[in-house]
């Protein structure tokens, strides 16, 4: 789990690639290629390794923050019609008079939240 203030390292398209290729041309161990290249540990090197044989280069690259779906995220919301607007300030409108009478009515003072 991430800590507070804790730095992410990006690791370039080309390191990542040097890396695998080390891998591919059995130079060495995962174990060995994280040493050597002074990564914390060797997942980095097999997760690096498994998305290049599935997706080639493009396996590689940094997905973190881009969006696959147009649909994701929050919804994009239009401006109101003028039409709109004037409808729901009539319903307001209509809403704190009847409030303001009951209020009379009672003789006491309710505070909505």
């Not at 041309?25 to 914390?40: C, D, H, Q, R, V």
């Not at 008079?97 to 939240?113: I, M, S």
Request: hydrophobic share 40%; aromatic share 14%.
């Amino acid at each position: 789990m991430a800590k507070k203030g804790q730095k992410f390292i990006n690791y370039s398209v080309e390191f990542k690639l040097f890396a695998v290729n080390k891998y591919l041309e059995g130079e060495m161990a995962y174990t060995a290629i994280a040493k050597e290249l002074g990564l914390f540990d060797h997942s980095y090197i097999r997760r690096w390794v498994k998305n290049y044989r599935e997706f080639g280069v493009e396996g590689l690259k940094e997905r973190r923050g881009i969006s696959r779906s147009p649909l994701k995220g929050r919804p994009r919301t239009k401006p109101m019609s003028v039409e709109e607007e004037n409808r729901i300030l009539k319903m307001e409108n209509e809403f704190l008079k009847k409030l303001r009478a009951f209020q009379r009515r009672f003789g006491a003072v309710y505070f909505l939240l």
